[in-house]
């Protein structure tokens, strides 16, 4: 056990390997989509899609053992879904870059996030961030994360006149609905494992009712697919430009705010966030999440992230190292058992999802409410976050709000220089975007 606590931070005094392994598992589960949807978003780019499904495995495998190993935190990471987006959309439909310059950018992105890492520009910022904005971005997360879930189960649903509004009472909807009521009576009767167990159930319960779908000759054991048509397919000529340059200056921007937003969140939820605010080992996180990036370039895919489902396992008690070990090993053995994975509904997840949000709501108590120059920030970081469909969205329009509120209430103490350089370069970022 005393080489578990020195290789993943498992102290058998506070921990139990099982409520770790199950929390893994929680997790792994509840990030699973992204083993079919990266792949799907992708391809659209012209890229291999088996050979994606074998980059999005190994990616978040290899950057999940760093950050298990390096920084022993139950947290886990994967491709981000909203720089998949950015990478396919973005990058190589409306710019024009192909998906071998694109793949080039993401690796540049993955140095320059090392370098700025390695400098402790990181902790400048972090340091810099206001104690009520922290806890802010975490209550913020939590509605953000239920908000997927409730999408991705087809409850909420997109509408011409109101944006948003309820889905119809679809099959996919009902195991949504079953699954949040299900995660939400097993957590409030304290039972181990409820988020696992949920997901389990409700994939079970899709099955007669078609929503849990099984391909023709389905077998549950497949060899993992080529790698080769993407692998260090890095094409850099013509990058050196200013408009490149800009398009790494968001990058790295989204990726930094979306890792540090993230980590504040699920440190906060963990229980490891310090006094002070700061978190153990962030410098090690923020490294695995920067060497993963780079690493997930090379394999062929999009920039990795510390991924916010990572909640889902915190929520199951997953306190260490060992939480991340394994669902890195089980994005290793989805490489084989790909699948069974492929078959859990994202609806399935929502349940987790939501339950993962009204535990992290538990952070808006610790916001001042009294003080409108503290309070409104918070507002607008929590609101944004979820209407933006972005944490770094949220993070960088809290931080504007909070330094303009305080320089027009003349409370200069509460601001700082790192403060208003963020501010100006978050200016100059939604201007460029
Ligand atoms: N933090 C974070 N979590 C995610 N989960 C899915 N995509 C993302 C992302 O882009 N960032």
Redesign the pocket.
């Known amino acids: 056990m005393t080489f578990l606590f020195k290789v993943l931070g498992f102290d058998p005094k506070q921990m139990k390997l099982r409520t770790e392994i199950i929390a893994g598992a929680t997790t792994f589960l509840t990030?699973s989509y992204?083993l079919a949807v990266n792949p799907a978003i992708l391809a659209s780019t012209g890229m291999d899609k088996g050979a994606l499904f074998t980059a999005t495995a190994l990616a978040s495998a290899i950057a999940t053992f760093l950050l298990a190993f390096m920084a022993k935190l139950p947290f886990a990471q994967?491709?981000?879904?909203?720089?998949?987006a950015f990478f396919a959309y973005t990058l190589c439909q409306a710019m024009g870059y192909t998906w071998q310059h694109s793949l080039a950018i993401m690796l540049i992105e993955g140095f320059a996030f090392i370098l700025i890492t390695f400098l402790n520009v990181r902790e400048m910022i972090l340091s810099s961030i206001p104690y009520n904005l922290r806890f802010a971005i975490s209550a913020g997360?939590g509605m953000f994360?239920a908000f997927?879930g409730l999408k991705n189960a087809g409850i909420i649903v997109a509408k011409e006149a109101t944006f948003v509004g309820l889905g119809a009472f679809t099959p996919t909807c009902i195991i949504g609905v079953i699954a949040i009521l299900l995660s939400g009576v097993l957590m409030a009767n304290n039972i181990k494992g409820s988020l696992f167990w949920s997901i389990i159930i409700t994939t079970i319960i899709g099955i007669p009712m078609g929503v849990t779908k099984f391909s023709d000759g389905w077998l549950p054991l497949a060899m993992p697919q080529d790698i080769s048509p993407i692998f260090c397919k890095f094409n850099f000529a013509g990058l050196l430009s200013l408009k490149t340059l800009l398009v790494v200056f968001s990058l790295l921007l989204?990726n930094i705010f979306?890792?540090l937003?993230?980590l504040m969140g699920l440190a906060d939820k963990t229980g490891i966030m310090l006094q002070d605010g700061s978190i153990p080992r962030v410098k090690e996180a923020m490294m695995s999440d920067a060497i993963g990036t780079t690493v997930g370039a090379a394999l062929g895919s999009s920039?990795i992230?510390?991924?916010?489902?990572?909640a889902s396992g915190v929520a199951e008690g997953g306190k260490s190292g060992v939480t991340s070990f394994t669902v890195g090993l089980l994005f290793v053995l989805a490489l084989f058992l790909s699948p069974i994975f492929m078959i859990i509904p994202s609806a399935a997840t929502s349940g987790a999802l939501v339950m993962v949000g009204v535990l992290m709501l538990d952070s808006v108590k610790k916001i001042n409410l009294q003080d409108i120059s503290e309070s409104f920030p918070a507002f607008i970081t929590m609101i944004t976050m979820v209407l933006c469909y972005?944490?770094?969205d949220g993070v960088c329009l809290g931080i504007l709000a909070y330094v303009i509120i305080k320089i027009c209430t003349k409370k200069w103490k509460d601001i700082n220089l790192t403060l208003c350089i963020l501010s100006i370069l978050f200016i100059l970022y939604f201007i460029n975007n």
């Open positions: 990030m992204i994967a491709p981000s879904m909203g720089l998949n997360i994360i997927i989204v979306d890792t937003g993230t920039t992230s510390t991924y916010v489902e990572s972005s944490i770094a």
